[in-house]
């Protein structure tokens, strides 16, 4: 990790679950190191997503989380989901997908728990071919997906609802910029998302006979069909 390798050089993240809770700043209003930028907001993002899950399959009551168990981020966002998903009547199993070896091990954990849908972290070690057969094990199987990487919807998955990852490209050329300019990352205040993305797999609702509602359809912003 860059943050690990040096102290004095500015960094600029962005789409990071949780600094605060990875260890990257102090805080989000004073960083306090060299580390500055975006973060993506998961812990609010993921409730979100199960809501959305909840709207497109009410009956659905045990949902799996793919996710790293050794990314900070990832367990604080699953720790801080716990409450709604316990208001909203669903228990969470959480299935951990390090490497992408291990994808198929997890998704057979998932249905001998027998899991009823997966909400699906951003799993960066994890390609496109991996995420692929997540989203046809999850068709094969009837379970409905939702991830807040949005993304992963090209390669299958249901639906998705999570920060817009060109505007945090965008933004944090903001950031460069005011360093480049003499600013000191440890004074630039980390920013949350601004702009969300509400994306929709049709051909995967078609394929697991799923109905979409349609004030869910008309709050998209994409619909891949």
Known sequence: MAEQATKAIPIVMIYVADPVASGLVDSLARPGGNVTGLSANVTEIVSKNLEILKEVAPRVSRVALLMNTTNPGHNLAAEQLEPAAKAMGVRLQRIDVPTPAAVDGALAAALRQHAEAF??????????????RVAEFAVKNRLPTTTFHTPYLEAGLLIGYGANIPDQYRRAG?????????????????????????????RTARALHLEIPVPLLQRANEIIK
């Open 119 to 132: 909400i699906v972290f951003p799993l960066l070690n994890i390609g496109s071919p991996e995420i692929r």
């Open 174 to 202: 903001g950031y460069v910029d005011k360093i480049l300019k003499g600013a000191k990352p440890a004074d630039l205040p980390v920013e949350q998302p601004t702009n969300y993305d509400l994306v929709i797999n049709q």
